[in-house]
């Protein structure tokens, strides 16, 4: 079954404390990224990989960084967090192949920075 | 730069009445147009897209779209609404051939309320 993981689900944190939402698909995908969901303006994209060891900046990137050492994994990682950064947090997994685009999402991740 | 508009931040319509939630978007050539809804506290479901042919689509729940390329709409539709459906539903576009081509762009959001 086609699958994007991310982990944890819900998570309260204080300021300053470095956290890791781990993403991970199993479609062998090439493109994954992340997105934020806040109210009244949708989700916008952090940040995205087109490929191993290659990730460039989405629409909202300040105060986070991202790493793809392999493939199938694509965490996000909040070296401080701040409340700001309080969000519903979205993996995708992204197949560009064929027509069109076919978009997977993890289940999303609560994060409350206090 | 591409975006998504949709205009109605809030819509309440009665259980069974028909249902249509606007989506505008600004891009040059035709994107990929996609459906999502959120049920609250639950994640994205894809409620259908459109890629090129037909532009009305069908989709999950018995929605379905039209893609109007002259008023550069997508507008959602249901001929008769279920309590069930309330929810937030999302409009968004992806750019085929950029460098970018996974991305979504989405919409504010419309969160659809029901009465019974």
């Known amino acids: 079954e086609a699958q994007v993981t991310q982990n944890p689900r819900y998570l309260i944190t204080v300021t300053g404390k470095k956290l890791t939402v781990t993403c991970s698909q199993n479609?062998?995908?090439?493109?994954m990224s992340w997105y934020r969901q806040d109210p009244g303006l949708g989700l916008r994209q952090i940040y995205y990989?087109?490929?191993?060891?290659?990730?460039d900046k989405g629409d909202v990137p300040e105060g986070y960084k991202v790493s793809r050492k392999e493939k199938r994994n694509f965490p996000l990682i909040l070296e401080s967090p701040s409340p700001n950064q309080t969000s519903l947090y979205f993996c995708?997994?992204?197949?560009?192949?064929?027509?069109?685009?076919?978009?997977?999402f993890g289940e999303g991740s609560w994060l409350t920075v206090v | 730069a591409q975006s998504v508009t949709q205009p109605d931040i809030h819509i309440t319509v009665s259980e069974g009445a028909s249902l249509e939630l606007r989506c505008n978007y600004s891009y040059g050539a035709t994107p990929y147009l996609f459906w999502y809804v959120q049920s609250p506290g639950q994640g994205l479901q894809l409620l259908l897209k459109?890629?090129?042919?037909?532009?009305l689509v069908q989709g999950i729940k018995g929605f379905e779209a039209e893609f109007k390329r002259s008023q550069s709409s997508f507008n959602l539709r249901k001929p008769s609404v279920h309590w069930s459906d309330a929810a937030e539903y999302f409009c968004a576009v992806s750019e085929p051939g950029s460098s970018n081509t996974g991305k979504l762009i989405f919409g504010q959001g419309t969160t659809l309320q029901v009465k019974p």
């Open positions: 479609m062998n995908h090439e493109y």
């Open positions: 990989s087109m490929n191993v060891e290659v990730t």
């Open positions: 459109y890629f090129s042919g037909d532009t």
């Open positions: 995708a997994s992204t197949r560009t192949t064929g027509p069109g685009n076919t978009i997977y």
